[in-house]
């Protein structure tokens, strides 16, 4: 669920970004391996059990089609005590966009995400944080995310 730029200060050891776009995916500077696969048409991410220490959404949850399932298979490839973590803003692509995201506040789409983690059922507590200050000037960001346990 990534693009041709990751937003990390310091760059992971060892980041596999997983997308459905070829050349944006072999654009990030910071990707050490591509991986293009869609997760609405098969939520399974082609990765082995526990090979994973973190993962993030960037941007993306808002177009899952299956994300209970997603957010399963995430915890799937996740070690032990991984955290996987949603980020999102409230701009978006409206065509891709699931209807009930439009339709939906930011508070609700933090708790819609909150969800996600509480109904795959193999994560602790979510955790849900407004990145930007609230007088913050662009689009806000906002995370939720939550351990593997």
């Keep these: 669920m990534s693009s041709w730029v990751s937003h990390f200060r310091v760059p992971p050891r060892k980041l596999r970004v997983l997308g459905m776009n070829t050349v944006e995916l072999e654009a990030n500077p910071m990707a050490a391996e591509c991986i293009i696969h869609d997760l609405n048409a098969?939520?399974?991410?082609?990765?082995?059990?526990?090979?994973?220490?973190?993962?993030?959404?960037?941007?993306?949850?808002?177009?899952?089609?299956?994300?209970?399932?997603?957010?399963?298979?995430?915890?799937?490839?996740?070690r032990p005590g991984g955290r996987f973590v949603c980020t999102f803003s409230n701009r978006l692509f409206p065509t891709k966009?699931?209807?009930?995201?439009?339709?939906?506040?930011?508070?609700?789409?933090?708790?819609?995400?909150?969800?996600?983690?509480?109904?795959?059922?193999?994560?602790?507590?979510?955790?849900?944080?407004?990145?930007?200050?609230?007088?913050?000037?662009?689009?806000?960001l906002f995370a939720v995310w939550a351990t593997r346990l």
Excluded: K, M
Aim: overall charge negative; proline content about 7%; hydrophobic content about 35%.
């Design 97 to 140: 966009a699931i209807r009930g995201w439009l339709y939906a506040s930011d508070d609700d789409h933090c708790r819609i995400v909150a969800e996600y983690f509480n109904q795959a059922r193999v994560y602790g507590s979510a955790t849900v944080s407004r990145r930007t200050p609230p007088d913050h000037r662009g689009d806000p």
């Design 42 to 78: 098969d939520p399974r991410i082609p990765l082995a059990d526990t090979t994973v220490d973190d993962a993030v959404c960037c941007v993306s949850v808002d177009y899952l089609t299956r994300p209970v399932e997603v957010f399963r298979d995430v915890a799937r490839v996740l």
